[in-house]
Each structure stands twice: as structure tokens, then as C-alpha cells.
């Protein structure tokens, strides 16, 4: 399945970096989500984007900080972490607001250090 | 507030055994209803769905899903099992906000089978 993607795959990051997760969805979707998925956890979801607008900010620090430039891009953006952080985050798509399919990328796993 | 709840975190089955994985959930209104499977190292990948109407719903790789309002449930089932199905299998339930739709998924179920 190559509708969704999400670059890198796999992250490590110290405490003090800055670095930023990128999705991509060639589905012509009009809605994109970050979830995070933690070992023994149901899958969070942390923001919602219709049409380039977030409509859902899921109480998530700010430390973590979505850009939407299009519908088709998604981008997290993550400085000073801290090590409970450290999960595999999840992209996915639905063709808009009222469509009730998402479709997921394979995720990056991200270890914070 | 929706909830799921998927009571067998793992489950072990022999290769060509049926399978059952169980999904209860907690909703106010008819429920969108959603199974979705995840390979190690993976995304989700969504196996089937039930919106409305027949409440027997096919999906991808021979599964299949039973939605029953009076259980509040929606199982998974396969009637012989693969090797290649050994994986994580979520359900969730979907809903509308202001926002725009939401799903909230189950804490999931490992499936492991034996050859």
C-alpha cells in the first residue's frame, strides 16, 4: 500500500533536538491525522487537518507542532522531547470530514533518547 | 464517551482453525464499526467496515465481521486461518464531530498461529 507515506521510518533524537516528520498521501484525501501508537495502548489520536485547517488538536503538548501546507503534506514537527515520546507515529488520510475511511502509512518509529 | 474493548489481548490458533477476535464497544449513536490489522513494522491496514444495512460484512483475506446491536459487538472471524494472517488486529468505531470524523480503537488483539 503506497497511498500513504511517511518519511523517516525510523528516528532517533536526543532530548535537545529538533527534527520533523513528513506524511504523504496520494489518494486526493482532503483530511489528514496524526495518531500516536504506544506499546500497550490504544492508538491516540493527536491532530486532525480538513482541508489544510486543523480541526483537532487532542490536548498535545507543545512540543509537538502539525503543519498542514497542503492536502496532501503533513508534518510534525518535534523539539525537546522527552523520553516517554518515544512510540511509533502514525499518519493517515480520508477523502474528507464526512468520510468515515482512514487510510494509515507504515509509521515512524521514534526513539527518544 | 466511545469506548472499545477488545478482551483477548493475544490469542493462539493452529493454522486452518476458524478464528473469532472480540470487539464490544460503547456508543450513543448507530456506530460506524472498523477492523483494521497492522504487520510488525506496519501501518494499519483496513480489513472491512460496517456503516449500515447488512449487518454480515465481508472484508480483504477472507475475513469477515458481525455486527450486533443488542451485544454491542462487532467480532472478526475467519474460518481457516493462514499463517500469513499471524498479526495485531484493531477494532474501532468511528464517529462525527466538529472536527470532522473521528475513530477510537480497542487496545488490540496479537494474534499468533501455530503451524
Known amino acids: 500500500e503506497t497511498g500513504v507515506t511517511q518519511t523517516p521510518r525510523h528516528l532517533v533524537m536526543g532530548m535537545t533536538n529538533k527534527k520533523s516528520l513528513k506524511c504523504e498521501q496520494h489518494l486526493g484525501h482532503n483530511a489528514m491525522y496524526w495518531y500516536k501508537q504506544s506499546a500497550k495502548k490504544p492508538l491516540e489520536l493527536m491532530f486532525v487537518?480538513?482541508?489544510?485547517?486543523?480541526?483537532e488538536n487532542n490536548s498535545v503538548p507543545s512540543r509537538f507542532s502539525p503543519e498542514c501546507p497542503n492536502s496532501s503534506h503533513l508534518f510534525l514537527h518535534l523539539h525537546t522531547l522527552q523520553p516517554e515520546d518515544s512510540a511509533l507515529y502514525l499518519c493517515a488520510s480520508s477523502q474528507g470530514p464526512s468520510e468515515e475511511t482512514q487510510y494509515f502509512g507504515p509509521g515512524t518509529r521514534l526513539l527518544v533518547l | 464517551a466511545q469506548s472499545v474493548t477488545q478482551p483477548d489481548i493475544h490469542i493462539t490458533v493452529s493454522e486452518g482453525a476458524s478464528l473469532e477476535l472480540r470487539c464490544n464497544y460503547s456508543?450513543?449513536?448507530?456506530?460506524?464499526l472498523f477492523w483494521y490489522v497492522q504487520s510488525p513494522g506496519q501501518g494499519l491496514q483496513l480489513l472491512l467496515k460496517y456503516f449500515s444495512g447488512d449487518t454480515l460484512v465481508q472484508g480483504i483475506k477472507g475475513f469477515e465481521a458481525e455486527f450486533k446491536r443488542s451485544q454491542s459487538s462487532f467480532n472478526l472471524r475467519k474460518p481457516s486461518v493462514h499463517w500469513s494472517d499471524a498479526a495485531e488486529y484493531f477494532c474501532a468505531v468511528g464517529f462525527f464531530t466538529g472536527g470532522g470524523n473521528k475513530l477510537t480503537f480497542g487496545t488490540g488483539t496479537q494474534l499468533k498461529v501455530e503451524l
Open positions: 487537518y480538513n482541508f489544510k485547517e486543523q480541526t
Open positions: 456508543y450513543g449513536a448507530t456506530p460506524y
